[in-house]
């Protein structure tokens, strides 16, 4: 069995980055402090000065990242005096002078978001996961993260007409229209890039916990076991415990001494499962 490591370390990730070599993680997942947000723990950053402060560190992202692999950045914008905060839209702009290839945009939209009652708005029921990679050609296993197709492709066949069947004949090839084979006899299709997924709510160690599934989908979709992943902001260490789950390797980073310690306590009890489990298994070989 493989042994998987989950490292936890303590620090800015600025500086805890630079004893890691160049193109070394394939995936990096993270949600980072959002401006004026989480001011007791992480400082509350302003959104004017957002973007200086993320850049340095998401340099030594890029540097870190091997060119096939992946950046996931979960980020919302916030609301402060009516108006949303553009800060994030002035962050992919730097990003991508800084050599990033903005290639995708999730949306993550919280399935159990509470209701609401503001002035001028309605609550958020989403955030933005924004894809970010160094190349065209990354690593992405888009079989891993297929869903059950239903009966939805039973009802839309039923409706189609002569001309949708013409325009994808193999002698036609027009482009148009829906390619009837990827319907015919299967049971799984590929997902949209909106994730459908609750918020982990009651959580009293940590101001801002996503959901396990979160950083799980991504892991899937764009490592393979043995891989290695990197969350440089991982408060309570959700994303390295679904490494692990996964049988992928991790890094955790964080800046405040009682999350890291957290995420230490989260891996080393599912390390310690992982042990159990090997020492049955070589009992059994």
């Known amino acids: 069995m493989r042994q998987i490591e989950a490292q936890i370390k303590q620090g800015d990730c600025l500086e805890v980055l ?12 993270t949600s980072p ?8 723990t992480y400082g509350g950053i302003k959104p004017s000065k957002y973007v200086e402060w993320f850049l340095p560190r998401s340099e030594q992202f890029l540097r870190t990242l091997k060119p096939t692999g992946t950046f996931i ?13 553009t800060y994030v839209i002035e962050l ?3 990003m991508r002078k800084q050599g990033w290839l903005w290639t995708e945009e999730f949306v993550w939209h ?3 978001c509470h209701p609401g009652k503001w002035p001028n708005r309605f609550r958020d029921a989403w955030e933005r996961c924004l894809q970010f990679n160094k190349t065209k050609k990354f690593k992405m296993n888009q079989e891993s993260v297929m869903v059950p197709m239903g009966d939805w492709a039973k009802t839309r066949l039923k409706k189609l007409g002569k ?9 036609v090839k027009s482009g148009f229209g829906k390619n009837i084979s990827n319907w015919v006899g299967r049971t799984m299709a590929y997902p949209s890039n909106v994730l459908h997924m609750a918020t982990e709510t009651g959580n009293k160690n940590h101001s801002a916990t996503f959901p396990e599934a979160l950083p799980e989908w991504f892991i899937k979709l764009f490592t393979d076991e043995g891989d290695w992943v990197l969350d440089p902001f991982v408060g309570s260490g959700t994303t390295c415990e679904a490494a692990q789950k996964l049988n992928r390797n991790s890094v955790g980073i964080d800046i405040r001494a009682e999350y890291v310690s957290l995420a230490q306590s989260k891996v080393k009890e599912y390390d310690y499962m992982l042990f159990e489990e090997r020492v049955k298994y ?3 070989q």
Request: avoid cysteine; proline fraction near 4%; aromatic fraction near 10%.
């Open 18 to 29: 630079k004893n890691y070599p160049d193109d070394f993680f394939d995936l990096i997942v």
């Open 92 to 94: 992919i702009l730097e």
């Open 282 to 284: 070589e009992q059994n």
């Open 33 to 40: 402090p959002y401006a004026d947000s989480r001011s007791n």
């Open 163 to 171: 001309n949708d069947v013409v325009r994808f004949d193999s002698q």
């Open 73 to 85: 950045l979960n980020i919302k914008e916030r609301v402060a005096g009516g108006e949303r905060s």
């Open 110 to 112: 919280k399935k159990n």
